[in-house]
């Protein structure tokens, strides 16, 4: 999931259009010095950006968790739906018992 939150921050902060050309390397470095810190508190502003700039990055980081929650939901459900599937390769609780093993003779 951090992996798809770091990367759709980047990508989002490179195609935004309120965030000037000249801060997107700046920020981007920023956001991938935070790491897992954004999915938990968001992104840590030190209130030199001015409003509509951290406002955009606000709305960037909601929307790379809500991807990355979604990527994170998709695999769960595919390996819960895979161990399913894998479960009837199991054999059945009658086989088991037709075949009892011999007990040993004690001596």
Request: glycine fraction near 8%; hydrophobic fraction near 45%; aromatic fraction near 4%.
């Amino acid at each position: 999931m951090l992996g798809t939150l770091s990367s759709t921050m980047v990508a989002n902060i490179a195609a935004s259009k309120v965030i000037p050309a000249n801060l997107k390397p700046r920020i981007t470095q920023a956001v991938t010095q935070q790491g897992s810190s954004i999915a938990f508190g968001g992104i840590k502003r030190d209130g030199k950006l001015p409003e509509p700039i951290a406002n955009e990055l606000t709305s960037i980081a909601h929307q790379a968790v809500l991807e990355g929650g979604r990527k994170a939901l998709i695999y769960a459900g595919a390996f819960a739906a895979l161990g399913f599937l894998l479960s009837f390769l199991l054999p059945a609780h009658k086989e088991l018992d037709r075949h009892p093993v011999p007990a040993k003779a004690s001596a």
